[in-house]
C-alpha cells in the first residue's frame, strides 16, 4: 500500500540535495527537474523517485510487455526508453559496440516518490506512512566529494565529421532524405568520475527545463535536456520538437538580437518545419480524425546558453488506442531522427561511429493513470561505472544548404557545459 502525505519543509533546495544523493545510493533511481521552468503543459516542479519496489524489463514484445505491466500494477512507473528500440519496431539494425550499458526498455516501480506541485511537496511511499518517518530516514551528507578534472576526448574529428556531411550531402542530393540528425560522441575512460557532483554542476550551469539524474544499478545518465519529447494527460498528447540554435551573448541588446536572427533563419525554419510535419504524421497515427494542429510554430525560447526554436504539435488520443501505442508509434523522436524516419535512421548507423543507445532515447514517468511526460536524451554526459566508460554525444540537423564547419561549431557549442561540469 503506498501511504501519500504533504511534507512541510524550510528549505526545498536543501531537501532537494539529500534527496539527489539519495538517489545516488539507490540501485534505481530518477531525480527530474523542471529547474523552475513552468509551462502550461508541466504537471510537476520535480519528481523524485528512489529505490525499485519492482523493476519491468521487456525483452521481446518491448510495448506489449509495458502495457501488461502498467495494467496489471496501474502505479507510477519511471524508466527509459533506448534510441536502439528502433530495431524492434522497424527493419533496423545497429552495428556499433555499445559502450554504455542502458537496457532497451526498463520500468521501474519506486518505493518512495516525492515530488513538488502548486507550490506543495508530497511524498507517496509504500515505506514511511508520515513526514516524521520519512524524515528519519533520509541519509545524512556529509564532506561532499567533488570531481578531479575529466578531460573526454573526439571519436570523430573535425576532417572526419566534414567527410561524414559530405556523404550525407550526397543522399540529400538524391532526395534519399531530406534532414538527418547526425551525432558526434566525445568520451574517455576514469574511474574518477563523480555522477552527482557531475549532476549538480550541470544541472547548475544549463539550468535546463527537462533535466534528470538517471540511475540503474551502474549505468548513469547525467542530461541537461532542453526538449520534451511527448506528454499525456488525459486524451490530450503533445509534443515539442527542437530544431534551431545560436547562442546567447552577455550583451542584452546583441542577445536580443541573435534570438531575432534565429526566428528569422530560413535554414533553422526549413528543418524546424520538416520535423513539425514528421511529428504531426507521427501523432495523427492514434489521434482522432481531424484534432492535430500545430499549437506553435517557430517559437524562440531562451536557456543559460543558447537560444531554441521550439514548436508544439498537439493531438486528442483517439479512444481505441493507449498510452503505450501512443509511444511505440512515435519513437524514436523525429527531432533526433530525420525525414523520411526509416531512411534517416539507416544513414545514421552508416555514418556515425558509436551506438547511441540511451542517447536520442527518453526518459520519464507514467502515472498511476496512464498520464505521461517524456524527455528527449541529448545534453548528456552517459557512465558505466563497471569499465569506467564515460561518453558525452552531441550533433545538429544536416540538410542540404548546411554549412558543414557550422554544423560541427554548433555541436562544440551544445556540448561546451558537459564540459564544463567535469572541470
Known amino acids: ?44 516542479d520535480w519528481l523524485v523517485a528512489i529505490g525499485a519496489h519492482q523493476t519491468i524489463s521487456p525483452s521481446q514484445n518491448y510495448f506489449a510487455e509495458l502495457r501488461a505491466a502498467f495494467h496489471k500494477h496501474e502505479d507510477w512507473l519511471f524508466g527509459h526508453l533506448s534510441y536502439d528500440l528502433k530495431n524492434s519496431l522497424e527493419n533496423l539494425n545497429t552495428h556499433h559496440q555499445d559502450t554504455i550499458g542502458f537496457s532497451p526498455m526498463l520500468f521501474y516501480i519506486p518505493k518512495i516518490l516525492v ?32 570531481s578531479n578534472s575529466i578531460r573526454l576526448q573526439p571519436k570523430t ?46 544541472n547548475k550551469s544549463a539550468s535546463a527545463p527537462f533535466s534528470a539524474f538517471y ?20 486524451n490530450h498528447i503533445i509534443s515539442q520538437p527542437i530544431k534551431g540554435t545560436i547562442r546567447r551573448d552577455k550583451n542584452p541588446e546583441t542577445d536580443v538580437m541573435l534570438k531575432i536572427d534565429l526566428y528569422n533563419n530560413e535554414k533553422e525554419r526549413s528543418e524546424n518545419v520538416m520535423i513539425t510535419d514528421l511529428v504531426r504524421n507521427d501523432l495523427s497515427q492514434t489521434a482522432k480524425r481531424g484534432t492535430v494542429k500545430v499549437d506553435e510554430l517557430f517559437g524562440i525560447y531562451t536557456f543559460n546558453t543558447v537560444h531554441q526554436m521550439i514548436s508544439t504539435v498537439s493531438s486528442t488520443l483517439d479512444d481505441q488506442y493507449d498510452l503505450t501505442e501512443v ?32 542517447y536520442a532515447g527518453s526518459v520519464g514517468y507514467i502515472d498511476p493513470k496512464g498520464n505521461f511526460d517524456f524527455n528527449v536524451v541529448i545534453r548528456s554526459l552517459f557512465y558505466n561505472a563497471n569499465t569506467g566508460y564515460l561518453s558525452a554525444r552531441v550533433g545538429s540537423a544536416i540538410t542540404i544548404h548546411c554549412d558543414a564547419k557550422k554544423e560541427y561549431e554548433e555541436c562544440l557549442l551544445k556540448a561546451e557545459n558537459l564540459f564544463a561540469a567535469l572541470r
Open 1 to 44: 500500500m503506498r501511504h501519500k502525505f504533504p511534507l512541510p519543509t524550510q528549505n526545498v533546495e536543501e531537501l532537494k540535495s539529500t534527496l539527489l544523493h539519495w538517489c545516488g545510493i539507490s540501485s534505481h533511481s530518477s531525480f527530474l527537474d523542471s529547474n523552475h521552468h513552468h509551462d502550461k503543459y508541466s504537471q510537476y
Open 327 to 358: 509511444l511505440q508509434t512515435t519513437f524514436p523522436m523525429g527531432s533526433m531522427t530525420g525525414a523520411p524516419k526509416i531512411k534517416a535512421m539507416e544513414l545514421i548507423d552508416e555514418h556515425e561511429n558509436f551506438a547511441r543507445n540511451l
Open 215 to 234: 540511475k540503474n544499478a551502474d549505468t548513469y545518465l547525467i542530461c541537461a535536456s532542453p526538449e520534451r519529447y511527448i506528454q499525456k494527460t488525459g
Open 115 to 146: 515530488y513538488s506541485k502548486a507550490g506543495e511537496i508530497w511524498v507517496e511511499s509504500l515505506e514511511h506512512k508520515s513526514a516524521d518517518e520519512f524524515y528519519a530516514a533520509l541519509p545524512a551528507i556529509s564532506n561532499l566529494e567533488k
Open 157 to 202: 574529428k573535425e576532417a572526419e565529421y566534414l567527410r561524414k556531411v559530405a556523404s550525407l550531402k550526397e543522399h540529400l542530393q538524391f532526395g534519399n532524405i531530406y534532414e538527418v540528425n547526425y551525432c558526434i560522441e566525445f568520451s574517455t575512460q576514469t574511474k574518477d568520475f563523480l555522477p552527482i557532483s557531475a549532476f549538480e554542476n550541470l
